[in-house]
Nanobody, 122 residues
C-alpha cells in the first residue's frame, strides 16, 4: 500500500506561482512512477506531468510545458509540481498519483492522493 498526501494548493493570481507537494508513505517510493493529473468542472481528468522512478524520464503536457515542472526527491519520498506563470485555465483539482509502472493515463495509476484545489484568478 502507498498513501499519498498532497499540499500546496490555493488561490493565486494569474502569472503567479505555486508548488504542489505529494508526500508518499508505505512501499518504497523510489520504485514508483509519479504523476500529476488535474480535473476541472465538466472536464475529464487529464495528465499534467509524469516522472519515472529514477527522475531521468519525465513528461509534461503541451498545455503546461515550459511553465510546470515535475520533480521528485526520493530521499524525502516526495514529488513536486512547480507551477509558474499560472493562467485561469489551470484552475482545477490537482491529484497526485503513483504506480509501479510509468504511464500517462489516469486509469493506469493505482494510488491517488485526495486532490488539492488550485484556483487562478484573472
Amino acid at each position: 500500500q502507498v498513501q499519498l498526501v498532497e499540499s500546496g494548493g490555493g488561490l493565486v493570481q494569474a502569472g503567479g506561482s505555486l508548488r504542489l507537494s505529494c508526500a508518499a508513505s508505505g512501499r518504497t517510493f523510489s520504485n514508483y512512477a509519479m504523476a500529476w493529473f488535474r480535473q476541472a468542472p465538466g472536464k475529464e481528468r487529464e495528465i499534467v506531468a509524469a516522472i519515472f522512478w529514477s527522475g531521468t524520464n519525465s513528461y509534461h503536457a503541451d498545455s503546461v510545458k515550459g511553465r510546470f515542472t515535475i520533480s521528485r526527491d526520493n530521499a524525502k519520498s516526495t514529488a513536486y509540481l512547480q507551477m509558474n506563470s499560472l493562467k485561469p485555465d489551470d484552475s482545477a483539482v490537482y491529484y497526485c498519483a503513483a504506480d509501479p509502472n510509468y504511464g500517462l493515463g489516469y486509469r493506469e495509476y493505482r494510488y491517488w492522493g485526495q486532490g488539492t484545489q488550485v484556483t487562478v484568478s484573472s
